[in-house]
């Protein structure tokens, strides 16, 4: 039952940053190489502004607006001057490395600032390190539940969002067609950062959340990216609630593939994951294929 | 009358000359500072160790001038192996120090070896570095770092003593299956057999599923050899199952104490050649503390750094000029260190040139957020 | 991009190829130090890979962020076949590449259903799990320690040793770079760039769109093979830490710093990065930063890589390029006569969930006429088509080429055998000029080898095929444009060229989707002359149009379609009295565009 949790726990990290990935490709088509390194930072914020002496709570608004702030300037300075070169062969693939750029950079600062080590980050929600509940007999970790509410109650309202809300409209309009979009009078530019930003705030409650999970590392990012990127390709099919699940699956299956197999556990899931690529390829990545009329 | 004074002045400039010759020597510094936890700590911990002593030899009234050039191997073979020619081609330096992961210093070592520069390993603990070399007449490559072979043997010894189920849980790196089949070997030869083996990738972030394992078969005894120290400790709440924790001198660091909690870690035993007990060893944690603050963290390995340092620069001060092969003569010959580890005050032979040899290892534990000599 | 790429000229290339082959034997004797020596191999292997990774990426438009994994099957390859089977060196390292070509041909195919992202994701994956099986499988590979000892190129001394290693990387390179230019400059580049624009145009002018995303991923993982191979030889020791993600990274990196789809790219491009790393080597600080900061210097303000803005550079000042002087000797097109067929459309069902875009319909196209297909919008013209072109399978119905039902043939196999389109939202190939895109729908002249070394002497293979193009442009009045980038040219003169290209893959049927929306009534007068001339050579015409004077006026027949139903075929006079066809228009007779 243990390794239900905690493969629930990491899977609903997972999701949160899939879904980041996904709102980012959803409206322009690239994502944010770094949202692994993003949720990282933002993991170290939450720890450092701890340590300075602010409130939890406070930390935590803190960062995850610090994240709202990275965003935009990811969307400024790494996704949106590269749609001036839609000519040339880089402009396709060009954000890669600019959003891999930015990840560098965020990495080094986090290193400079609190050292290339793991750090230990106290636990939010629980009022000492490893307070457990007892929940019809089973023992579970305080933080890996309440991560696991978090998480979901964070993709309701997300889902509230891109269904209902104006701006989630607004975005499945760019999605479909940005030219339609702007002649119907919605600002284009504005969807975008609005992305982005969204994008990065999910990484950032991701960070906040997984702190006092796992070590804190400086280096810890590309994984989170790399894992996130797979959950978003495999439970994508268009709809947040499928990469939750997707999330949850991938998590479980990565707790219960290291429980049967150690040496190899990690690769199961990549190849199961792929295996699933293999079967039905329209994952959310898929282009819209030319309209030859 | 005309010669001497000829002579004279021609002896008055080459002594000028010569002493102008005591002008600067280069020591070259190869560690691992970037990538993951596991490498930097200990590469960051060993230089700091390096420059407290460097300091400490620069205020002592050294003659020769000693300058550092230090590289980042960034924990690849490929680059230990440019980083090692460009040191010896272009810095053209007469003697360099390290680095963190074995099959870096095992892919340098030739180089070094063929260069005729004497490389003093560290805090790769290997066995074989310097076991590969020793029979070449001379051998340039000394080690100053623990032994694998030697703190395994030493937490064999002990362990099958005090505990019937022993587990072992290993990293799936090179080195970690080179251990754990050291230890398997081991504990066969001491006529006992490891309850359970479970092995774990190194990037991983959690060994709930491993611990799991352990808990259920009722393992007492763990032999943590994952990189990531302190994931064996994480779990234990969660799955209620403190059992004892032994690995490799990884343990002593203290981050995993920062991260783990005192009590977590209190009572866990590792491989050590730093008794915290010991005055002269607190005198050394005063003073890199005040040295390098909340960035020192790892007292063993700066101790052991500070002594490679100290008996290279010793040796480079004794030779005088930049002259490798008297610079190794003189490494193999020290004999009046004055040690913060357990190295002894002639560390080396012709043959024997690791700083720690068997007797000078000995088994530490975790005792009130400090890391003390283990009494049987 | 093709027409500003540095290092294009006029000399010879086999010149250019000894001159470096000559310095490949030289230079490495001319008494570098052992770190030079070192840096120098790093270079050539790491550049050989990054020429594949130009390839794929470059020139097909393939994203490949696993790179490193086809380097380290290389390098696997050729070190334990030379240490534990004891092989010798020359043969190691050519089963290195091999196995690197063949995995890449199976990645390569098993990506086929993916694109873009989805394709970058793949690769990532596959680099991922070759590096956790390196690391994990430590029986095969030795996994971080890796393996020792890997034999190395002899020599008299140590020193010897390396620089004839040194000359063996060097080789290497030119070889590589050689097969590369070759690509690049002739039709098999053209075909790259056009697959990455347009696969759909690109199986239009029948090319076989799997195999050449499969080749071009096998080739590129082949040099990738044969970088690790060398890499693997240079110190006598691997590990499994060297084949990270980081590697792909920095492979593409150095791609895109020197600039995608150029010739020079690849080797400016290592050779910046070589110098990157080794100014970052002391600094641990800061290191990332500086990185980090370089990438988004060159991809913001550079682009087009190092080789781009020298190209551009070089263009300023050498305006006067001498470019070789092209005789346009021929007069009319370079074929005399078309062989149109029949082409026959036999119950034809096209549905789209649910909804019948083409409910049975029939027509016959007799040899060398025009026929006509009209309708009112959203009457299933264009899907009709497509049908007959491939793009789309029919869901009932055939599709009848001459007396050879052309079943659920592909786009490409449907081109080879004659059947040429143009498309309604033109497909011109923007990375190349006007007279290289109706190259493209020339079939190949000559066998491979015989253009290899016409490629080297300049005896210009593509001399013929190029005026033949302007011939071919020149008969449509456009041969002024046919070094202009299409962007470059009006609308109208586009049109005219995609007709060129058609024209160019000499059709036994043509299928014209809208030839002359968007035009004014001047180019819409030639485009009707030049169909005409067609017809008089020869060739079955089937067009589809909104305008109805120039339909009525060129086509010897027209059908009709209405919801996807056929209402009526005849001649034009008969069409334009007929009830049903009107009443479908709710218009008069004759009239013009809207």
């Avoid at chain 3, 202009?484 to 995609?498: A, D, N, Q, T």
Wanted: net charge positive; charged share 15%; proline share 3%.
């Amino acid at each position: 039952m243990q390794l239900t949790i905690s493969g629930l726990t990491m899977g609903s990290i997972y999701a949160l940053v899939a879904m980041g990935l996904y709102i980012a490709h959803l409206t322009t088509h690239r994502v944010n190489f770094g949202q692994g390194d993003y949720m990282m930072v933002a993991g170290f914020l939450v720890l450092g502004l701890g340590r300075l002496g602010l409130h939890a709570i406070l930390s935590v608004l803190v960062s995850i607006c610090m994240l709202g702030l990275m965003g935009y300037f990811l969307e400024r300075v790494a996704i949106r001057p590269l749609d001036r070169f839609k000519r040339i062969s880089v402009g396709a693939y060009g954000w890669i490395l600019t959003t891999a750029g930015l990840a560098l950079i965020a990495q080094n600062s986090v290193e400079l600032v609190w050292g290339k080590s793991a750090q230990y980050s106290p636990p939010l929600f629980s009022s000492k390190r490893d307070q457990m509940v007892t929940i019809f007999g089973a023992r579970f970790l305080l933080e890996e539940l309440i991560v696991i509410i978090v998480a979901m109650t964070v993709v309701a309202c997300f889902l509230w969002l891109i269904k209902k809300s104006r701006w989630g409209k607004a975005i499945q309009v760019v999605a479909f067609n940005p030219e339609t979009a702007e002649l119907l009078g919605i600002n284009t530019k504005s969807v975008k950062i609005f992305a982005f930003v969204v994008a990065s705030v999910l990484a950032g409650v991701a960070g906040v959340l997984i702190g006092p999970i796992v070590t804190l590392q400086p280096h810890m990012g590309l994984v989170f990216t790399i894992k996130a990127l797979i959950v978003a390709t495999v439970g994508g099919f268009s709809n947040p609630v499928g990469i939750l699940i997707g999330g949850f699956l991938f998590g479980i299956c990565e707790a219960y593939s290291n429980y049967f197999d150690s040496q190899f556990g990690d690769l199961y899931p990549l190849l199961i994951a792929l295996g699933m690529v293999a079967l039905r390829p329209s994952g959310i990545f898929s282009e819209r294929s030319d309209d030859v009329r | 009358m005309n010669m001497l004074k000829r002579y004279l002045t021609f002896a008055a400039c080459s002594m000028v000359i010569s002493s102008a010759s005591f002008a600067q020597v280069k020591v070259g510094v190869i560690q691992g500072l970037s990538g993951p936890p596991a490498i930097v700590d200990f590469g960051e911990s060993y230089l700091q160790g390096i420059r407290l002593a460097l300091k400490d030899h620069e205020a002592s009234g050294a003659k020769v001038k000693i300058e550092l050039q230090v590289y980042d191997d960034e924990a690849n073979p490929q680059r230990a192996v440019a980083l090692a020619q460009r040191l010896i081609q272009s810095d053209k330096v007469p003697v360099a120090i390290g680095t963190v992961s074995s099959g870096n210093v095992l892919a340098m070592a030739p180089v070094f070896q063929k260069a005729n520069i004497p490389l003093v390993a560290g805090p790769s603990i290997a066995t074989q570095i310097t076991a590969q070399f020793i029979g070449e007449k001379p051998s340039f490559i000394f080690r100053c770092s623990m032994v694998e072979k030697f703190q395994i043997d030493g937490m064999l010894d002990w362990g099958v003593k005090k505990f019937k189920r022993i587990g072992l849980i290993h990293s799936t790196t090179g080195y970690g299956n080179f251990a754990a089949k050291e230890i398997q070997d081991g504990i066969k030869t001491r006529g006992s057999s490891l309850a359970l083996v479970e092995a774990a990738a190194p990037g991983v972030n959690d060994l709930t599923p491993q611990m799991v394992k352990m808990r259920d078969a009722g393992v007492e005894l763990i032999l943590n050899f994952h990189e990531s120290f302190e994931l064996v400790y994480r779990p234990m709440a969660k799955v209620n199952y403190r059992p004892v924790v032994a690995g490799n001198w990884g343990l002593s660091s203290m981050k995993v104490m920062e991260i783990v909690g005192r009590e977590a870690i209190e009572g866990t035993v590792m491989g050590q050649a730093l008794d915290m007990s010991q005055p002269r060893s607190k005198t050394f944690d005063e003073r890199m503390r005040k040295e390098f603050g909340g960035a020192y963290r790892w007292p063993v390995l700066a101790a052991l750094g500070y002594d490679a340092g100290q008996i290279v620069f010793k040796a480079v001060e004794r030779v005088g000029k930049a002259d490798p092969i008297a610079i190794r003569n003189a490494i193999e010959s020290m004999d009046s260190l004055q040690a913060v580890s357990a190295t002894p005050a002639k560390p080396f032979s012709p043959s024997d040139h690791e700083c720690l040899d068997k007797e000078h290892v000995f088994l530490g534990v975790w005792k009130g957020g400090a890391v003390v000599k283990l009494m049987d | 991009m093709f027409a500003r790429d540095a290092l294009s000229g006029t000399r010879a290339p086999w010149l250019v190829y000894s001159a470096g082959f000559l310095a490949c034997l030289l230079l490495p004797y001319a008494g570098f130090s052992g770190f030079v020596v070192h840096q120098l191999q790093t270079f050539c292997y790491t550049a050989i890979a990054v020429i594949g990774l130009n390839l794929l990426l470059g020139f097909s438009g393939q994203m490949s962020l696993g790179h490193a994994g086809f380097f380290a099957i290389g390098a696997y390859g050729s070190a334990i076949t030379s240490l534990k089977l004891n092989w010798p060196i020359y043969l190691s390292i050519p089963f290195g590449t091999a196995l690197s070509f063949f995995a890449g041909a199976l990645v390569g195919v098993f990506a086929l259903r993916t694109r873009g992202l989805y394709l970058a994701m793949t690769t990532l994956a596959f680099g991922f799990i070759v590096d956790i099986a390196a690391q994990r499988w430590v029986d095969l590979t030795g996994g971080t320690m890796g393996l020792m000892l890997i034999p190395q190129v002899g020599g008299s001394s140590m020193s010897s040793a390396s620089f004839n290693y040194l000359a063996l990387c060097l080789v290497c390179l030119l070889l590589v770079q050689m097969a590369a230019d070759f690509i690049s400059e002739t039709a098999s580049g053209r075909s790259l760039r056009a697959l990455r624009e347009s696969e759909i145009f690109a199986a239009s002018v029948g090319l076989n769109v799997p195999i050449w995303r499969a080749a071009t991923f096998a080739f590129g993982s082949a040099c990738a093979g044969l970088a690790g191979s060398l890499f693997a030889h240079q110190s006598g020791f691997i590990g499994s830490d060297a084949f990270t993600v980081r590697l792909s990274v920095a492979m593409l990196i150095a791609a895109v710093i020197g600039g995608l789809g150029t010739r020079s790219g690849p080797l400016l491009g290592t050779a910046i990065l070589l110098v990157i790393v080794e100014t970052i080597a002391g600094q641990e600080k800061f290191g990332l930063i500086i990185y980090g900061l370089i990438l988004l210097f060159v991809l913001l303000i550079f682009p087009e890589g190092a080789a781009g803005a020298i190209g551009r550079l070089s263009s300023k000042f050498a305006s006067g390029a001498k470019s070789i002087v092209y005789n346009v000797t021929k007069l009319g097109l370079p074929f005399n006569q078309f062989n149109g067929l029949q082409l026959e459309v036999k119950g034809l069902v096209k549905k789209y969930h649910g909804v019948t875009a083409v409910d049975s319909v029939s027509f016959k196209v007799k040899a060398g006429s025009i026929h006509g297909l009209i309708g009112p919008n959203g009457a299933g013209k264009s899907t009709v088509i497509n049908v007959i072109a491939g793009v789309y399978t029919h869901d009932g119905g055939s599709v009848i080429l001459g007396d050879h039902d052309l079943g659920f043939k592909g786009t490409a196999q449907r081109a080879s055998l004659g059947l040429a389109r143009t498309f309604q939202n033109l497909q011109l190939i923007q990375a190349i000029t006007v007279a290289e895109n109706v190259m493209l729908g020339f079939k190949p002249r000559w066998s491979l080898a015989r253009t290899f070394f016409d490629w080297l002497s300049l005896k210009g293979c593509e001399r013929a095929d190029f005026e033949d193009a302007l011939s071919v442009l020149q008969f449509l009045g456009v041969d002024d444009t046919a070094k202009k980038l299409p962007s470059e040219i009006s609308f109208g003169h586009r049109k005219l060229v995609e007709l060129a290209r058609a024209i160019a893959q000499q059709p036994v049927v043509l299928l014209l989707d809208e030839p002359i929306a968007g035009l004014n009534t001047a180019e819409a007068k030639k485009i009707a002359e030049v169909v005409r001339q067609l017809k008089s050579l020869g060739v079955t015409i089937l067009l589809v149009e909104h305008n109805m004077e120039f339909v009525m006026s060129l086509c010897d027949e027209v059908s009709v379609l209405h919801y996807g139903r056929l209402i009526a075929t005849g001649t034009p006079a008969e069409i334009q009295a007929n009830a049903e066809v009107i009443a479908a228009y709710l218009g008069s007779k004759g009239s013009t565009d809207d």
